[in-house]
């Protein structure tokens, strides 16, 4: 069963930075692909940015150039350091892990979520 847990959300100003990490156990996903989401308050969950398993990158316009996805998978960790945030990325920010098929911006895609890290940026 596999298990995650996100970590390193909290109350920030913007124009500040902050690293999102989410540990996976249960699931050795050096051949996986892991992506994060963002759900703000009223919205549906959104991609925020997706990793191969062999390091290639995707992100959502809205972060590009401010937000870096990488992983550790010798630790079984995936990585979101986030920077210069702007109140409009405040959301739950939710990593997840095991694409089963479909594009990685896609939610279906995946089948494993963790609970969830809350962002909030005050302008």
Do not use: M
């Given at each position: 069963?596999?298990?995650?847990?996100?970590?390193?959300?909290?109350?920030?100003?913007?124009?500040?930075?902050?690293?999102?990490?989410?540990?996976?156990?249960?699931?050795?996903?050096?051949?996986?692909?892991?992506?994060?989401?963002?759900?703000?308050?009223?919205?549906?969950?959104?991609?925020?940015?997706?990793?191969?398993?062999?390091?290639?990158?995707?992100?959502?316009?809205?972060?590009?150039?401010?937000?870096?996805?990488?992983?550790?998978?010798?630790?079984?960790t995936v990585y979101l350091q986030m920077n210069s945030l702007k109140p409009e990325d405040t959301a739950v920010y939710y990593c997840a892990v095991k694409l089963i098929e479909g594009p990685i911006a896609t939610p279906s895609?995946?089948?494993?979520?963790?609970?969830?890290?809350?962002?909030?940026?005050?302008?």
């Open positions: 069963q596999v298990h995650l847990v996100e970590s390193g959300g909290g109350l920030v100003q913007a124009g500040d930075s902050l690293r999102l990490s989410c540990a996976a156990s249960g699931h050795t996903f050096s051949n996986d692909a892991a992506g994060w989401f963002r759900q703000g308050p009223g919205k549906e969950r959104e991609f925020v940015a997706g990793i191969f398993w062999n390091g290639v990158t995707h992100y959502a316009d809205s972060v590009k150039g401010r937000f870096v996805i990488s992983r550790d998978n010798a630790n079984n895609s995946f089948v494993s979520w963790g609970q969830g890290t809350p962002v909030t940026v005050s302008s």
